[in-house]
């Protein structure tokens, strides 16, 4: 067996040669080009990698750059594709997800003449290169609008809706205990507590992004224990919470994005970040020349890039002082009246 | 009391792929093949279960389509493990690795987009199954008879598969073929189509538990959605002894430990990291394992390669 | 002469080794000369009838994986050109990234490949599934950050300290599994399974006890990063003109699977282990305790899985990050059983698996084709080369009808 590998590699070796003439990396001058290199996760995960791919097609759509993306399979892929997007030719390179925090330094340095955007990366604005730009946002704004209406609709109007109960109890499903899922659960937290201060908010972790039976049946029990809203940070382990919330007669918040699509009866609104957009406006950056890098920017309401999403079929059901609070709360933490809290600890 | 009833509720839901998956792993293995491709195996079923279920609207008809193709896709393990002689473990990873990246492309090519399909308007979930008198023994009766249908199919799994291995002929010839494959193919048996069907049994009972996870207990597809059940299925057919009914207790077990350590983190009792909630199922397993299964025995030629050219 | 051919075989293997770890990937070349200088002499010394039939046999074992290659090629270029992307193109970019342009990720990605298949190889040889290496590789990883984050010596002195402790750790983790194996008949696959899942479920709990202090990082889930005087050599400043990320990881790795080797076959631990594995009841005959060589080789196992999520950390990440999601456990059993579980094999095993993932990349990369597609086209390269019945069968379909007509033709 150990011989007949060695004859395949060899094989291989002198199939290489023959094609390698395939292989050579074409530039292209003519156009911008916008590309991404996805973490571990890969496209699909409808939350960083999709929300970036999204700001690259719609460049793409309107004819600011051409998109383009490779999905990592293991860490050590990171540099080879940060660095390799830009030598063949990409002006801008997205690195989405927080795993890449130190393969995005390393490819930046590597070629400093192409731009570099971390989405979700912190970078150390002392050491960073000038052409690397981190991308944060803050979850916690969002997971405090929603709040704000769960807070509301789980007690004091459980009446508009057959859906609801009147116990004051809803509850969050987080993927994995990590910041983002964390920042949104903190958020939203603070947000019902706000206008609802004896909610009880309960809260599990599923462990995994992928399994949506973890989600339905952590939603199931929350739903026994008297939850009405249930909102899910967990990725597509959170369809598994929508569609419990559908079954169940109760009602899901969406993540991300705007996920009334996937249930329109049963889903209440989605805390969004506005991933798609903030991709494209950095795309603009670099097409207009006005990138700035070696920062970090942290987006949130102010910059209006997280928020809720509409109401859909829960439009007329919300009542108005219900709204008014949202968008109260909206101008609040824009004037810096509020300061949503981040972290477990400092909730 | 409607604490437990839930929380064994949730037991059986939790058990169900787990353990059916887990008695077509027994047959499987009785005939001689090892089954680590049920991972794939159920991945296949899962995402042919929604497709078909929401091209055609009927939940019925995507159960049927869940089941054949992950008995048609189980075919390519048997052929690569009885008929190309590949070896059994190095097969099921490499089915694992093409299911992954199948269910994949066509999610791209059928929907656009990876990540999770639209959502089944009418799933086998949506139909009350509730056994008219039976549902009403106290405890028991909505902890067993007010389920979703493949749960009782997974009952009837139970009875089916000891006695197909236990009281029929094909039992018979599976179990040798395991156990004593020459002595079978002396007969004039062929210990190949025997293995076939062992590997289709397990391929179909695969399809089954996705179909579940998809459009029973779920609503959607999405990728990697069967989570480790299929690595978790052959653990419980291990610990279960290589025998239906084994599985199926070891299945309820491992269902019960997950179910458990859902409800309490949301009770929110222990302040821990969620983490060891995560742990429990497995470290349950393990002690269960050593404190309770006596020696038990894989089938003798289980995992061998069978060609009558080597063994002449 | 023969002394001659002893001394350039020699030269041209330890030189074909370093070039080839320094991301010259001919350098592989050299150690082919090598090989085939040690096959001419095994051949010189049998007579010409042997050496005819062992060259025949050779021809065949090449043969099959060879075919399987191209038939593999032949069906993806399918698959790619009914999809809409060209299949030549990609097939260039597949291997000239892998073999050529990315050779030092193919090195990189079949380093702890190397250990963990070793790993999964003994244990096969003890008649044991080690299904658990994931599991093995997280407790190596822990103990290995645990210890750099904490103390240092200059110039690497605490390295093979840690090395040894994260090695032993992992090997201990094996303890229990084993034990339920031996006095209970617990199975192995069960019980290191989910020892692995215990494993890697604690691994978050690390990672987030042991950095990302939010103070003064943004990262919670990525452990503090470990001191310099930790980190491997890079083989750069051993072999100018190596990639600057590959590390001495890699020679490490080749050493311990020829270790392994003649652990296995020039020592009596290894026969041991080997007549367990083949034959419970007849090394007992031997007065061969089978019980304490199971035990060995599992602590063995352990003990490589444990130094692969060493030299992973130590070398390429210098942090542990937080859902590695790397499977270099779980690829490991793939990577052993593709060698036959020999421990020669699977360098060139672990180092085919690197290629395909590098240059799978690579592909994904220049020509956009989807992973999806790439994912496929790995898996049936896998299958077909593994697959050498699969010409024995196709000749039988083939040739049956004629054959039969012959025979006919012959009554």
């Not at chain 1, 009880?200 to 462990?207: E, N, P, S």
């Not at chain 1, 973890?214 to 809203?229: H, S, V, W």
């Not at chain 2, 159960?63 to 099921?92: P, R």
């Not at chain 2, 029929?168 to 156990?179: N, V, Y």
């Amino acid at each position: 067996m150990k011989k007949a590998l060695l004859l395949l590699l060899v094989l291989s070796l002198g199939l290489s040669a023959v094609f390698a003439s395939g292989g050579t990396e074409t530039k292209k001058e003519a156009k911008l080009i916008a590309a991404m290199a996805t973490d571990v996760g890969g496209l699909g995960d409808g939350s960083f990698n999709d929300g970036s791919y999204a700001g690259l097609q719609k460049a793409e759509a309107d004819g600011i750059a051409e998109a383009r993306v490779v999905e990592s399979k293991q860490m050590t892929d990171y540099v080879p594709n940060l660095t390799g997007l830009a030598e063949d030719g990409a002006n801008v390179v997205f690195a989405v997800g927080f795993l890449m925090a130190d393969a995005i330094i390393e490819a930046a340095q590597n070629n400093p003449e192409t731009k570099y955007a971390g989405i979700d990366i912190w970078v150390d604005p002392t050491t960073a290169p000038s052409n690397v730009l981190g991308i944060s946002f803050n979850e916690h704004e969002a997971g405090y609008l929603a709040g704000i209406v769960a807070g509301y609709m789980t007690k004091e109007y459980a009446s508009k809706s057959d859906r609801l109960n009147g116990d004051n109890v809803i509850g969050v499903v987080l993927g994995m205990d990590i910041p983002p899922c964390e920042r949104y659960e903190v958020g939203f937290t603070a947000g019902a507590r706000s206008v609802n201060p004896n909610v009880k908010v309960l809260q599990a972790v599923a462990g995994d992004f992928a399994d949506q039976a973890k989600g339905k049946e952590l939603t199931l029990a929350m739903i026994q224990q008297g939850a009405d809203i249930v909102f899910q940070v967990a990725g597509l382990t959170g369809m598994g919470v929508i569609a419990a919330a559908q079954e169940e007669g109760t009602l899901a918040i969406g993540v991300d994005v705007d996920q009334y699509a996937a249930a329109p009866e049963a889903v209440l609104t989605s805390a969004m970040k506005g991933i798609t957009e903030a991709t494209y406006q950095t795309i603009q950056s670099v097409a207009d020349g006005s990138f700035k890098g070696a920062t970090n920017v942290s987006l949130g309401i102010k910059e209006n890039a997280v928020g809720i999403a509409p109401y859909h079929n829960f439009d007329s059901i919300i009542p108005q002082a219900v709204k008014d609070a949202v968008n109260k709360a909206v101008a609040d933490i824009k004037s810096g009246k509020i300061t949503v809290p981040a972290t477990r600890a400092e909730l | 009391m409607e604490f437990v009833i839930e929380l064994l509720s949730a037991t059986m839901r939790l058990a169900t792929p787990i353990a059916l998956a887990a008695m077509g792993a027994a047959v499987c293995e009785r005939s001689g093949i090892v089954n680590i491709a049920m991972e794939g195996l159920m991945l296949i079923g899962a995402f042919f279960a929604a497709a078909v279920a929401l091209a055609t609207g009927s939940p019925w008809l995507g159960l049927l389509g869940g089941i054949i193709f992950g008995g048609l896709f189980s075919l390519l393990h048997a052929w690569s493990t009885v008929t190309l002689h590949i070896n059994h473990t190095v097969s099921g990873a490499i089915i694992n690795i093409l299911a992954a990246g199948l269910t994949r492309f066509f999610m791209v090519e059928f929907y656009g987009h990876p990540g999770s399909s639209d959502m089944v308007q009418k799933t086998l979930g949506d139909i009350n199954c509730a056994v008219p008198l039976l549902s009403k023994i106290p405890l028991l009766g909505p902890v067993l008879f007010d389920q979703s249908p493949t749960v009782y199919f997974m009952y009837f799994f139970v009875f089916f598969t000891t006695f197909l291995l236990n009281r029929t002929k094909l039992g018979l010839h599976i179990r040798a073929a395991g156990e004593h494959p020459m002595a079978l193919e002396t007969l004039g048996i062929s210990v190949r189509k025997i293995r076939y069907i062992g590997v289709l049994y397990s391929g179909l009972l695969c399809g089954f538990a996705g179909s579940f996870l998809a459009i029973e207990y779920g609503r959607f597809f999405t990728e990697g959605m069967t989570g480790g059940r299929g690595f978790i299925a052959l653990a419980a057919n291990v610990s279960g002894g290589w025998t239906a009914v084994g599985s199926f207790v070891a299945a309820l077990f491992f269902g019960f430990i997950d179910a458990l350590q859902l409800k309490l983190q949301v009770m929110g009792i222990f302040k821990i990291p969620p983490e060891f909630f995560h742990m429990l199922p497995y470290a349950a397993t393990v002690i269960a394992v050593a404190g309770l299964v006596r020696r038990s025995r894989p089938p003798a030629d289980s995992g061998n390669d069978f060609s009558i050219e080597k063994e002449m | 002469m023969d002394k001659f051919l002893s001394g350039l075989k020699v030269a041209a293997g330890i030189g074909g080794v370093v070039l080839w770890a320094a991301s010259q990937f001919w350098g592989i070349l050299l150690v082919l000369l090598a090989l085939g200088i040690q096959m001419y002499q095994n051949f010189s010394r049998m007579d010409r009838e042997d050496a005819v039939k062992k060259l025949k046999d050779l021809g065949m074992s090449a043969f099959y994986p060879a075919v399987g290659i191209l038939a593999a090629i032949l069906i993806g270029g399918l698959i790619m050109a009914f999809t809409g992307y060209d299949p030549i193109r990609a097939y260039g970019a597949l291997f000239y990234g892998g073999l050529v342009k990315n050779w030092h990720i193919s090195l990189l990605n079949a380093t702890p490949l190397i250990f963990t298949g070793l790993s999964i190889a003994v244990a096969f040889k003890a008649g044991l599934f080690n299904i658990g290496a994931e599991g093995q590789y997280y407790v190596g990883s822990m103990i290995a950050t645990w210890l750099a984050i904490r103390f240092s010596l200059p110039v690497g002195l605490y390295i093979p300290v840690i090395f040894l402790l994260a090695g032993l750790s992992a090997a201990a983790y094996n303890i229990i599994p084993t034990l339920l194996k031996i006095r209970t008949g617990a199975h192995e696959v069960v019980t290191t399974m989910m020892f692995a899942h215990i494993a890697t479920k604690y691994s978050t709990i690390f990672v987030r006890n042991n950095g990302g202090d939010p103070a003064t990082s943004k990262h919670a889930y990525v452990t503090d990063a470990i001191g310099e005087s930790n980190w491997l050599l890079p083989l750069k400043s051993i072999i100018p003109g190596a990639n600057y990320r590959v590390h001495i990881g890699v020679l490490l790795a080749l050493t311990v699977a020829v270790f392994i080797w003649y652990l296995l076959y020039k020592t009596r631990i290894g026969y041991e282990i080997r007549a367990v594995g083949a034959n419970k009841t007849a090394a007992k005959t031997q007065g061969i305790n089978s019980g304490r060589t199971i035990m060995t080789a599992m602590l063995i196992a352990g003990f490589l899985c444990g130094i692969s999520g060493t030299t992973q950390v130590l070398g390429l990440e210098h942090k542990m990050y937080e859902n590695l999601n790397a499977g270099y456990g779980w690829n490991g059993i793939s990577v052993a059983l593709l060698a036959g579980n020999d421990p020669i094999g699977v360098i060139f095993a672990a180092i085919l698996w690197g290629i395909l993932d590098a240059g799978g990349q690579y592909m994904a990369r220049t020509t956009q084709t989807p992973s999806a597609v790439v994912e496929i086209i790995k898996g049936i390269i896998l299958f077909l080369i593994l697959a050498k019945y699969l010409y024995f069968w196709f000749g039988h379909k083939l040739f049956k009808g004629r054959r039969k007509a012959a025979r006919g033709e012959a009554a």
